[in-house]
């Protein structure tokens, strides 16, 4: 029988972590609805549409030329794995996952992703909207300030500097938007298990997954 597990909550709260580890435990499809969203405001950049002419928009989430392959995103023939990660990027996501028409343009397009034996769909509103109907759904939050620590430690990583204070600043911003717009603000569903990551690794995330997990008989 097809599970399903949600995992919502904002950026920088380790989403796609945790994700990964329960994909490897359960041995289910992974769902990135995020990068989805990221891929699509990556066309609209290259294209240079304009949030002011939604048909456009829709146009392009109906026909958007993404794949995932192999732990890669490809637009078109590019590989956009990368690209889609910047601040630029994210921003336009969160305006055009704003945009309601926008956002049923690409709702089938992520319930395809379940496929047997089961599904992790990480996202902002995989609870609410996307699966309502999950075995299991996970929210994850942590404060500003940590996500924007965890995100200047990504970019050194990468070799990259960035102003911590601009960061908390378009954090605040995206959650602002995100929770604030009309069609699928990102809130909990009323029967998710919020797990507030503030003061948590990734080891005690997972294990405090795993334990609701083995609860609702997921494991």
Do not use: W
Request: hydrophobic content about 40%; overall charge negative; glycine content about 6%.
């Amino acid at each position: 029988m097809l599970k399903i597990i949600t995992v919502d909550g904002p950026s920088g709260v380790g989403k796609g972590t945790l994700c990964e580890r329960l994909c490897q435990m359960t041995g289910f499809h992974f769902l990135d609805s995020g990068a989805i969203y990221r891929s699509l405001a990556y066309g609209v950049i290259l294209e240079k549409l304009s949030l002011d002419h939604e048909a456009d928009l829709v146009a392009l989430a109906a026909s958007l030329p993404v794949q995932f392959q192999t732990g890669k995103i490809y637009y078109t023939q590019d590989d956009i794995t990368q690209q889609i990660r910047n601040e630029e990027v994210a921003a336009m996501a969160s305006q055009v996952a704003a945009i309601p028409s926008v956002r049923a343009a690409l709702l089938q397009r992520q319930k395809d992703f379940a496929q047997p034996p089961g599904l992790v769909a990480d996202g902002r509103d995989m609870g609410t909207v996307v699966f309502p109907q999950a075995d299991l759904k996970l929210f994850l939050t942590a404060s500003a300030q940590i996500r924007a620590e965890r995100r200047v430690n990504q970019l050194k990583n990468q070799g990259l500097t960035a102003n911590i204070d601009q960061i908390i600043s378009d954090i605040e911003a995206r959650d602002e938007r995100d929770r604030n717009r009309s069609v699928a603000p990102l809130i909990p569903a009323d029967d998710a298990f919020v797990i507030d990551t503030t003061s948590l690794n990734i080891e005690q995330v997972v294990e405090k997954s795993t334990e609701i997990m083995q609860q609702r008989a997921i494991l």
